[in-house]
Each structure stands twice: as structure tokens, then as C-alpha cells.
């Protein structure tokens, strides 16, 4: 079953009806979809799919050889990348063809790129007169946002769509385990992420702990290793990234912080930083509004969260086989603790994407800050601002086991107040568990209640 995409759908097939020749990039992370993507999009069109390899030129030609034959129907060896490009172009003359370079920077890493040049040179001269639609794609997010889609690339400028894929939401993801309830869907996206390989690991039909102990909590299940196949495939020093990781999975959040704990000198640090940040794995938060803060570093891809929260503390009880007696020790009484944040950027995606507002969204994000009144620092999970006046959202996300009190939303309108910003707020609260009566009976125009089930069910 296909799952999401829409809107890259809609677009590919926008360009395919032009009938002139389109060039569509498409790259994300590894297991995130592109192939699927494509697969999708051209199943009912004529294709030439081409799978690029780890492999010698020689072998990635003779497979691109392989491939046209399987068009022309005849065998057609080629030479050479260009000759054989150059007979694609010419096949589609007169008729629309899709030319898929999948996985394209394995094949480009194998002539320092000489290939792109070739490309450049086809597009230019040839392929732009002809009904040619080629796709190019990669999972290398350096290589392609800087060997294909960077000023210095020789493919500048000469594409007609870029797609960066990105996870699926906590909504979207739940299609893929829709025999859960709101609870489990929620955990299945904190544990995943959104990415779609990973998602489709998970079977509804078993409980979540049996998913866990049979894709991640085994040493010899895929997810216990992606993590470090991941690193390996973008970075040549795998042990420094996975050693500055560690630092921010364990609180350490600034500069300083993640270079004593990381071992590594504080100015050799940000372009550490920086890449794992192009990639997707950290992201730098800062309050909503600025505050004149600085900015503090988090990891952001909720996979590596997962992966750094449970399995470097449990790893001897992992590779040992004793997890599956230790899970309801080591791991489900944790559950909930490491939702806590997740819980806030699910309750911000549905603000965000799937609730009725009060008004135009300018931007939602976070707040924290020092109070005078209170002497301690402060934080407020959501903050939503208008696009056209100074209303605001505050919100407060829950996840645990006992109800909401009234005590939250007086807790809320107080650090509103600190917040220190003029506006007409509205609070919204979110509560895996439900809300007290009392606080239930506060609900109005301005005051707002959530469970799971509510932003599951839109």
C-alpha cells in the first residue's frame, strides 16, 4: 500500500504533462521514500529505471546497457556513460520517457563526478529539444546539496523541480499502524520519526514491545545497526560524530558543554555541528521571539533520540539476549519520560497542519526564559503567534498517566504573563490521559482541551 505523498505526486505528474524535457531532483535520508517515490510515479509510464551501484564504472554501464536493451529490445551495448545517455535522449524524441539515476552519487563518486559534466553538457546541447523526464536521486545529503544542487555543481541550475522528502508527520505515520490506538501510534512515531522504512517494520497486529524487541532491541535487527550505517554513509568520521551526539543525547546542550563532553577542541566544533544540522540529525532551538538568547542544540531526528535515550545505557543487557526479560524494567517504565518532548512536537505538528486556529499562523515554537517573580527559569512549550496581530497560543503538552488539573492552565496564564510580550492569548492544553472536571468545565473560546484521540481523529 502506498502511503503520503501527494503533493510530490501531484507535482511529478505536473511536469511529466509538459511534454518537454524535465529534470527532477529528488534526495532525503536514507529509508525515507525516494525509490518508492518513483516507483510510484512511473509504474504506469515507459521507464528506464537505472539502480546506480557501489561499483567499478564499467559494471554501472554494463547494467545501464542492460536496462535500455530491456526498451530498445535488443541488446545494446554501450561503450561509454555518454554514448549511452545519448541513446536515451534519442529515444525520447518524439515520445515521453522517464530516465531514473537512482542512488545517483554512487555512480558520480566513481568519476569524481565526471558524470554530472556529461549530463550538463547532454541537457544543454541535446536533451533540452526532447521529451526526455530524468530523475536524478540520492540518499548522500551532503553530496547532492552540494556535488548536484551547489553553485559549483555542473547540474546548477538545470533543474525543473527539487524534492527534498521529508518524514512523515505523527498523522501520516499512523496509516502504517493503523491497528494501534492513539497511545501506541503516538510511541511508534517517537520511536520512528516518520521515516517510512521504519515504519513499515512495525506490525499492529503484535504489541509494541514485541515490535521493539524484534526491530531495535536485538543486535542483529536492522534498526539496531542503522543508526551507525547512517553515520557511515554520510560522514568519514563516524567515532566524532557519534561521540558529539552522545553529548547532546546526554543534556548537553551548549557549546562548551558538547565540546568538554565530546573531547574535541570548542572551534573545531560548529562545523561538527553544522553538518549533522544539514542532515537532519540536530537542529539549534531558540525561544520564539529571540529574547536575545542563544540558541541551545538538541537532537531532532527522533530516531537517534530513541536510539541514544534506551540503547547505549541497556546495550549489555542487548547483545547479551536478556532484554526481552528485561524490557518491562529497563524500558516500558521509560516510555513515558521520553515521550514528554516528543508529545510537544506532535502537539505542534497538529497545530501546525491539522487544527482549526483563531487565526493566520505566522510561526509556533518554544519559549523558555528567567523570571523575576517566580526566581527560576521558565518554559512554556508552545507558543503559536498570529500573522496579523498579536494573539498568541500558549500551549501545554502532558504525556502521562494521570489527568490534567486546573492547576496546569493557571500554571500557563502565569508564565504567559512572564513571557513578557503584549497579547490576546488563547490556551491550549494537551493531555495523553484526559483533564480533570474542574478543568473541563473551564473550557471556552480561549481555553482549549486535547486528548490523543482528538488530534488522531481529524
Known amino acids: 500500500m502506498f502511503i503520503g505523498r501527494k503533493k510530490e505526486l501531484q507535482r511529478l505528474e505536473r511536469m511529466f504533462a509538459s511534454d518537454k524535457f524535465e529534470l527532477a531532483i529528488v534526495y532525503g535520508r536514507r529509508r525515507i521514500g525516494k525509490t518508492t517515490l518513483i516507483a510510484k510515479f512511473s509504474e504506469d509510464k515507459k521507464c528506464i529505471f537505472f539502480a546506480c551501484q557501489k561499483a567499478s564504472m564499467e559494471d554501472n554501464l554494463a547494467e545501464l546497457s542492460h536496462q535500455i536493451s530491456n526498451i530498445v529490445g535488443y541488446n545494446a551495448g554501450f561503450t561509454s556513460f555518454t554514448e549511452a545517455v545519448r541513446a536515451i535522449i534519442k529515444l525520447a524524441e518524439h515520445e515521453r520517457l522517464i530516465f531514473v539515476l537512482d542512488e545517483y552519487p554512487y555512480l558520480a563518486m566513481q568519476n569524481n563526478n565526471a558524470s554530472s559534466s556529461i549530463l550538463q553538457n547532454l541537457i544543454d546541447h541535446e536533451a533540452g529539444k526532447s521529451k526526455l523526464f530524468l530523475i536524478i536521486s540520492g540518499s548522500s545529503m551532503s553530496f547532492m546539496e552540494d556535488a548536484i544542487l551547489g553553485r559549483e555543481s555542473p547540474l546548477y541550475g538545470r533543474a525543473t523541480g527539487i524534492f527534498r522528502l521529508q518524514p512523515f508527520d505523527y498523522l501520516e505515520s499512523s496509516q502504517f499502524v493503523s491497528g494501534y490506538g492513539s497511545y501506541e501510534k503516538a510511541l511508534v512515531y517517537g520511536i520512528t520519526g516518520g521515516i517510512p522504512r521504519y515504519l513499515e517494520l512495525f506490525d499492529s497486529r503484535k504489541s509494541l514491545k514485541e515490535n521493539l524487541l524484534y ?151 518554544t519559549w523558555w526564559g528567567g523570571s523575576r517573580k517566580l526566581k527560576k527559569e521558565i518554559e512554556i512549550d508552545i507558543v503559536a503567534s498570529s500573522a496579523i496581530d498579536d494573539e498568541r497560543i500558549i500551549g501545554s503538552v502532558k504525556f502521562r498517566e494521570s489527568k490534567t488539573e486546573a492547576a496546569e492552565l493557571d500554571l500557563m496564564i502565569e508564565y504567559a504573563n512572564e513571557m513578557g510580550a503584549d497579547g490576546n492569548y488563547h490556551y491550549w492544553l494537551f493531555s495523553r490521559s484526559g483533564f480533570t472536571e474542574d478543568l473541563q468545565k473551564l473550557q471556552s473560546d480561549r481555553i482549549r482541551l486535547f486528548t490523543l484521540d482528538d488530534m488522531y481523529n481529524v
Do not use: H
Request: net charge negative.
Open 215 to 365: 526491530n531495535l532491541f536485538d543486535e542483529n535487527s536492522v534498526l539496531f545497526n542503522e543508526r551507525e550505517n547512517y553515520l557511515k554513509e554520510e560522514f568519514k568520521e563516524v567515532s566524532t560524530y557519534n561521540s558529539i551526539l552522545t553529548a547532546i543525547a546526554s543534556g548537553c546542550t551548549k557549546l562548551t558543554e558538547i565540546a568538554d563532553r565530546a573531547d574535541i577542541q570548542v572551534g573545531a566544533l560548529p562545523k561538527y555541528l553544522e553538518k549533522l544540522k544539514e542532515v537532519g540529525i540536530i537542529s539549534k532551538l531558540t525561544p520564539l521571539g529571540g529574547n536575545g538568547r542563544k540558541g541551545i542544540w538538541r537532537i531532532s531526528d527522533l530516531f537517534f533520540r530513541f536510539y541514544f535515550f534506551f540503547v547505549p545505557r541497556n546495550i549489555s543487557t542487548i547483545v547479551s539476549g536478556r532484554m526481552e526479560k528485561s524490557y518491562d524494567t529497563l524500558i516500558a517504565p521509560f516510555l513515558n519520560d521520553y515521550m514528554g518532548k516528543v508529545a510537544e512536537e506532535i502537539a505542534a505538528e497538529y497545530i501546525e497542519r491539522y487544527a482549526s486556529l483563531p487565526f493566520p499562523l505566522k510561526e509556533i515554537g
